[in-house]
C-alpha cells in the first residue's frame, strides 16, 4: 500500500475543493472571466494594479443591465453590466470580481426596502474606479440627484415602443418610497409582475446614467493630464438644491479651532427631505444668513 504524504493529501483536497466550486457556480451562470481566479503569474500583473475605467457606450450598458437583471436582479444588474462591458475592451482594465456577492442588494438590500439597488451598486462601480474621496463622492451625489428628480423607467427593451410604460419621480433613493411611489401612479401591486419590470428598465436607466457620468469623467480627466483628480470637477453640481439648504440651517456650533468652519451638521443626510418630513408653507428655502 503506497503511503501519501500531508502534502499530496492537502493537494488532492485543494483541487477537489476548487472543482466543486466551478461545478456549483457553471450549474447557475457561466462564469465570466471577471470571477475566475487571479492568474499567478507575476510577470503578467499590470504595475498598477488598480482598477482602471475605459469608456464604454452607455446604450451597451442598459441593454446588458436589462438582460442580465433576472440573474440577481437590480444591485447585481447595476455592477455586472459596467465590470463586464469595460473588462471585454480591457481585460486588464478590471480586477477578478465575485460578481454573485452583489445579489444582497435586491430589494433593497435583502429585501429591506432600503437603498435601491440599482444606486448601491452603481455607487460601488463609482468606488471601483475612483477611489478619491472627492470624485467618488461628487459623482454619486449626481447620480442620486437624478434618480431622485428623473422620470423613470425611460428604457424601452427590444420588442418595445417608446412610452408603453408609466414613469414616475422616485423623490428619494429609497427602495420602498421609489417603488411605491411608481406603483401609485401606475396603480399596480408592489409584489407583482409589472412592478418588477419596472425595477428592471429603471436598472438599465442607471446602469446608463452611470455609464455617461463615467465616461465624463474620464474625458475631463484624459484632458486635464498633469493636475489632481480631487479637485472640483468631481463634485456634484447638482447637490446643491434644498438638502444642503437643510444641513445649513439644522447645524450646530463647530467644536474646531478652525475659523472656517462655524458649523456642522447634525445629520449628514443629503436626500430630498421634503419626501418624508411636512415643510409647511413658510419654511425657509434658502439657508438663513
Given at each position: 500500500m503506497n503511503r501519501i504524504t500531508r502534502r499530496r493529501m492537502m493537494s488532492v483536497a485543494g483541487l477537489s475543493l476548487g472543482g466543486g466550486i466551478v461545478a456549483s457556480q457553471s450549474g447557475r451562470n457561466?462564469?465570466?472571466?471577471?470571477?475566475?481566479p487571479a492568474s499567478d503569474d507575476a510577470s503578467r500583473a499590470p504595475k498598477d494594479p488598480r482598477p482602471r475605467y475605459v469608456p464604454i457606450a452607455p446604450e451597451e450598458a442598459a441593454a446588458r443591465a436589462y438582460q442580465v437583471f433576472p440573474e440577481g436582479g437590480c444591485m447585481y444588474a447595476?455592477?455586472?453590466?459596467?465590470?463586464?462591458?469595460?473588462?471585454?475592451?480591457?481585460?486588464?482594465?478590471?480586477?477578478?470580481?465575485?460578481?454573485?456577492?452583489?445579489?444582497?442588494?435586491?430589494?433593497?438590500?435583502?429585501?429591506?426596502?432600503?437603498?435601491?439597488?440599482?444606486?448601491?451598486?452603481s455607487a460601488a462601480v463609482i468606488g471601483l474606479f475612483h477611489q478619491e474621496a472627492a470624485v467618488r463622492d461628487g459623482l454619486i451625489g449626481q447620480l442620486f440627484r437624478w434618480y431622485e428628480t428623473a422620470s423613470l423607467p425611460e428604457f424601452t427593451p427590444p420588442g418595445g415602443k417608446a412610452g408603453d410604460f408609466p414613469r414616475s419621480s422616485a423623490s428619494s433613493v429609497l427602495c420602498h418610497v421609489s417603488v411605491n411611489?411608481?406603483?401609485?401612479?401606475?396603480?399596480?401591486?408592489?409584489?407583482?409582475?409589472?412592478?418588477?419590470?419596472?425595477?428592471?428598465?429603471?436598472?438599465?436607466d442607471v446602469a446608463q446614467k452611470v455609464a455617461?457620468?463615467?465616461?465624463?469623467?474620464?474625458?475631463?480627466?484624459?484632458?486635464?493630464q498633469g493636475k489632481t483628480a480631487s479637485d472640483s470637477l468631481g463634485q456634484p453640481a447638482a447637490a446643491a438644491g434644498p438638502p444642503e439648504s437643510c444641513i445649513a440651517c439644522h447645524s450646530t456650533p463647530s467644536k474646531e479651532k478652525d475659523a472656517g468652519a462655524t458649523k456642522v451638521p447634525k445629520s449628514i443626510a443629503r436626500m430630498d427631505c421634503s419626501t418624508c418630513h411636512e415643510m409647511k408653507p413658510d419654511h425657509p428655502v434658502e439657508p438663513r444668513s
Amino acid at each position: 500500500m503506497n503511503r501519501i504524504t500531508r502534502r499530496r493529501m492537502m493537494s488532492v483536497a485543494g483541487l477537489s475543493l476548487g472543482g466543486g466550486i466551478v461545478a456549483s457556480q457553471s450549474g447557475r451562470n457561466e462564469i465570466s472571466r471577471l470571477e475566475a481566479p487571479a492568474s499567478d503569474d507575476a510577470s503578467r500583473a499590470p504595475k498598477d494594479p488598480r482598477p482602471r475605467y475605459v469608456p464604454i457606450a452607455p446604450e451597451e450598458a442598459a441593454a446588458r443591465a436589462y438582460q442580465v437583471f433576472p440573474e440577481g436582479g437590480c444591485m447585481y444588474a447595476a455592477v455586472k453590466s459596467i465590470v463586464t462591458l469595460v473588462s471585454e475592451k480591457d481585460a486588464a482594465a478590471v480586477p477578478p470580481v465575485f460578481l454573485d456577492m452583489f445579489k444582497y442588494g435586491s430589494g433593497g438590500c435583502g429585501k429591506w426596502g432600503a437603498l435601491c439597488g440599482a444606486c448601491n451598486g452603481s455607487a460601488a462601480v463609482i468606488g471601483l474606479f475612483h477611489q478619491e474621496a472627492a470624485v467618488r463622492d461628487g459623482l454619486i451625489g449626481q447620480l442620486f440627484r437624478w434618480y431622485e428628480t428623473a422620470s423613470l423607467p425611460e428604457f424601452t427593451p427590444p420588442g418595445g415602443k417608446a412610452g408603453d410604460f408609466p414613469r414616475s419621480s422616485a423623490s428619494s433613493v429609497l427602495c420602498h418610497v421609489s417603488v411605491n411611489r411608481w406603483c401609485k401612479k401606475a396603480e399596480a401591486d408592489p409584489l407583482g409582475s409589472e412592478c418588477r419590470e419596472r425595477c428592471r428598465r429603471l436598472t438599465a436607466d442607471v446602469a446608463q446614467k452611470v455609464a455617461g457620468l463615467l465616461n465624463a469623467r474620464h474625458a475631463t480627466d484624459t484632458a486635464r493630464q498633469g493636475k489632481t483628480a480631487s479637485d472640483s470637477l468631481g463634485q456634484p453640481a447638482a447637490a446643491a438644491g434644498p438638502p444642503e439648504s437643510c444641513i445649513a440651517c439644522h447645524s450646530t456650533p463647530s467644536k474646531e479651532k478652525d475659523a472656517g468652519a462655524t458649523k456642522v451638521p447634525k445629520s449628514i443626510a443629503r436626500m430630498d427631505c421634503s419626501t418624508c418630513h411636512e415643510m409647511k408653507p413658510d419654511h425657509p428655502v434658502e439657508p438663513r444668513s
